[in-house]
């Protein structure tokens, strides 16, 4: 189980470094149409109340959510709010959509399967009664229950899913995922402070969907700034800045205006995620780096920033499973010292992470131009 492993890997090296996790809560994504259940699961958050309502959980707060068209509900456990997770179940409104929408969502989700049957909900059930129920028979039944946290609907056309993403990264993310965990938190003392005010940098390279994981971050998380090539002809590169504008990021022109650099800077004293493409040089003033055993030039702007602005750097690797997008964050360690030197060994560490990532999904990524030193045009190659 790749998921499994990687989370396996990251307790890890917490652990190694003398930290310590404490799962806070889970997000988890459904839908709700106008009447009636989603398919053959219960609407929206019922599906999950069913299970959690049974193991002690309530709903401690109920958030609308009109920026996305969704709810969301806090289930909080009466007895042991503090010790055990808590999650945190949203539910799309598929009538506050046109209907356009509506009949897609209808295509995706409306054939959904229940994963759970009567001895199943029986079980569930007796739980709630009694408070205990046979451990063989709950051992027996655990897998079929945690089943619930999957997807239950079929293999998404193509043209559906670009229907629901065009007007919801929510639903995209549902068509694609299900109602597997969207993510779990970890728990720290202080929030504010952990941040310390600023935003972080993401280095990326052209893998999986970025532009589905830029969307997902700009509702989950925070801002999205990010850094385009301008195009020709100009009417499509207009109309590719206002598709990703549609996602919720924040797009700043390479060239054809100020330079991006002090924008950058700025939206990262403001808190904002800076998310740039890092594999391909376009300046021509790239950092020299190792990448697969030969020489190419990385972008030096994500780790200048870092470097300057004290952010964190991270690394996203992105990849296809199937039904799902998954993205794996890693933090890459700047080091102290001359700036020019700090730059040069976190961008070489940029490219080791990437190279690592792309070795284990190349199929994933996707670079279509010559991207080392000895396959460019030497008058393209820095003296």
Known sequence: MPLLHQALVALREVAAGGGRILFDHGALRTIRFPVGPTGGLPAGHEAFARILAPLGYHVAGVYPLPALKMTGHAYCHRDMPEAIPQYFVSELHVERFDDTFGAAARRVFGGSRDPLGPEEAALLHDFSRHGSVPFAQALAMLPRIAAAFERHHGTVRVSDYETLLARSAEAGWIATGGNAFNHATDR??????????????????HMGNWDHAGAWASLAHSRVVTVAERLKPEGVY????????????EIIPLTGGPPPYRTLLARLREGALVCLLADRDLTENG???????AEARFPAGPAALAVQSGAPLLTAGLWYEPGR???????????DGERQSAIRVATQRIADRFAREIAEHPQDWHMLQRLWTADLDPARVPA
Do not use: H, K
Not at 198 to 205: C, K, L, M, Y
Not at 238 to 249: A, I, T, V
């Open 287 to 293: 950092a020299p780096v190792r990448f697969f055993g």
């Open 325 to 335: 997008l998954r993205v794996r964050i890693r933090a890459v360690e700047v080091p």
């Open 238 to 249: 207009e109309q590719f800045l206002d598709y990703r504008r549609s996602l919720g990021m």
């Open 188 to 205: 720290v003392a202080d929030v504010d402070a952990l941040a310390g005010g600023r935003g972080a940098v993401f280095a990326i390279p």
